[in-house]
């Protein structure tokens, strides 16, 4: 899709959420970004809270940190801070500004927009530049450890990085946060592509707020019928939809010829954009589509199940099933933009609502931390949980992603509990599972095969709760199960290697397992 333009401010008054806000740690690029975001929305020169702290105190930060210590350099920081927001325009932060309270307090009125740093980088820039509190590199991770959780409560934007260049192509989604104060926005980096993951109430609206439709384009939508009749609508002004039933079985290269040929007797040109509106099926064939069709059309993800929103509507994977095998046909085509409304999840069944909390248990798995923590303390998945997961489960997603977006490596710790899932759903010829329902099975599996009774035992609750299967339907020959994994699309020369758990926050890929410890872990699902 092309560069959104400037929201524009009107002169009637201020707008809800006037203050772009840059925040986060030291050395992240939040000064350079914040320089890059006025330049993109016209707003002149932002406030840089250090620069104008030092040009008061009429000397370097460090030295003023030397003599009064920090205590006193918290004062005027809060102070200068404080007047730079309620100004107005662009304002890049301090690292250390949000442990005020009143800072805090003050950003709720912003939009507020961190620019993410791993610790190894923001450690290699700051060394040796003279910052105070750079000085020594236990300390340095402490106080990053403390400090994160600050920026993760205030954005809302996430971005993978400061600096010039992706604050700068993400400038006019930010500024159309301003009338939009009930989304967020975590920024994905894939390879060359850039794009918006957005979620909140009618995050599909963002097409027509943030002026994403370029003159010409047409946007067709590519939906799934049930989601429709939820409630479901296409973005304003976009053409009639083409209708494409979900369900796994339906996601085949047959589904996708049906689907192209109706492209292409509506005469889509490749100016046009896809809109691809329901689950993961119809995500994974309207982005299969939109890759292959006169070789590549944008596609925006509108995912409407829990699923979609979480997991496969992020990453730009796209593909379609073989009988024998699952996703064997298929592309990497980055969505133009991921918008996800956890209120269309309100119109979903129980059984599809439970199915994408495996996804989420999984992505928990792997992210640790925070995400693990609410989610195994949360209960059985309500609308109003997933709500506060979906934008973290999206992060993690994309963060995973930006490593690497092809499976080369750290990828693949996304298809935890996905082979062993797969190879049920192939085994059972895509119709006695739902796919979420068959990763529960896998993620069984797979904590089995790690050697994690306490965990396995843990997650085999939560999967029960929320009214996942927890066993294995006893009429399923195991051997086909078994079979099914050697055809993984993972495969390669070396053998099939599997996603293991050595504790929740440290997932590891392509591990080996002996064939009579797979065939114990999956046997051990018939209870």
């Not at 400061?162 to 006019?172: C, K, S, Y």
């Not at 009618?202 to 989601?227: H, K, Q, S």
């Not at 992020?314 to 064997?328: F, H, Q, R, S």
């Not at 992060?395 to 499976?407: C, M, N």
């Amino acid at each position: 899709m092309p560069e959104v333009p400037p929201a524009d401010n009107g002169s009637s008054g201020p707008a809800p959420r006037r203050t772009i806000a840059l925040i986060g740690f030291m050395a992240a690029g939040k000064t350079r970004g914040a320089n890059a975001i006025g330049r993109a929305l016209g707003e002149g020169a932002p406030a840089d809270v250090d620069a104008l702290v030092e040009a008061e105190l009429g000397e370097p930060i460090q030295q003023y940190f030397e003599k009064h210590g920090e205590a006193a350099f918290r004062e005027t920081e809060e102070r200068v801070a404080l007047e730079s927001l309620e100004r107005g325009g662009v304002v890049s932060l301090g690292g250390g500004a949000l442990g005020s309270d009143r800072v805090r307090a003050a950003l709720g009125g912003c939009v507020t927009v961190w620019c993410r740093v791993s610790e190894e980088v923001a450690w290699s820039r700051a060394r040796g530049t003279g910052r105070p509190l750079a000085s020594n590199r236990t300390a340095f991770h402490e106080l990053y450890e403390e400090r994160q959780p600050l920026y993760a409560e205030a954005a809302d934007v996430v971005l993978p990085r400061g600096g010039d260049e992706t604050p700068a192509v993400a400038a006019p989604w930010i500024a159309a946060l301003r009338e939009r104060p009930e989304l967020r926005i975590a920024w994905a980096r894939a390879g060359d592509a850039e794009y918006p993951a957005v979620v909140g109430r009618d995050a599909a609206g963002m097409l027509g707020a943030a002026g994403v439709a370029a003159p010409g384009r047409r946007l067709f939508p590519i939906a799934d019928p049930l989601a429709l009749a939820g409630g479901v609508r296409p973005p304003e002004g976009a053409e009639p939809v083409i209708e494409f039933a979900g369900g796994e079985q339906q996601k085949t290269l047959e589904g996708a010829g049906r689907v192209l040929a109706e492209m292409a007797a509506r005469g889509i040109r490749r100016d046009d954009a896809i809109a691809a509106i329901g689950g993961g099926v119809v995500g994974d064939l309207a982005g299969f589509c939109a890759a292959v069709y006169q070789r590549g059309l944008p596609v925006v993800q509108i995912p409407t199940t829990l699923v979609a929103q979480v997991d496969s509507a992020l990453g730009g994977k796209t593909g379609v099933d073989l009988p024998t095998a699952k996703n064997y046909v298929g592309a990497y085509h980055q969505p133009s933009a991921v918008l996800a409304d956890p209120m269309a999840l309100t119109s979903l069944p129980d059984a599809e609502l439970a199915a994408g909390y495996a996804e989420v248990v999984k992505t928990a798995l792997i992210a640790g931390g925070p995400l693990w923590e609410k989610v195994r303390s949360g209960g059985p998945p309500t609308v109003a949980l997933m709500s506060e997961v979906v934008f973290d489960c999206a992060l993690t997603k994309i963060g995973v992603v930006a490593e690497d977006e092809r499976d080369g490596g750290r990828r693949n710790v996304l298809n935890l509990g996905h082979t062993v899932g797969h190879a049920i759903e192939v085994a059972t010829g895509y119709g006695r599972y739902r796919h979420g329902e068959a990763v529960a099975l896998g993620l069984l599996a797979a904590l089995r095969l790690s050697g994690h009774a306490g965990l396995r035992d843990e997650v085999m609750s939560l999967l029960a709760a929320a009214g996942l299967p927890i066993h294995i339907d006893p009429a399923i020959d195991l051997d086909a199960v078994i079979a099914a994994t050697g055809v993984d699309k993972k495969q390669t020369a070396d053998g099939l290697g599997f996603v293991l758990v050595r504790a929740p926050g440290d997932v590891v890929h392509g591990q080996p397992v002996a064939d009579g410890d797979l065939f114990a872990a999956v046997e051990e699902l018939r209870g």
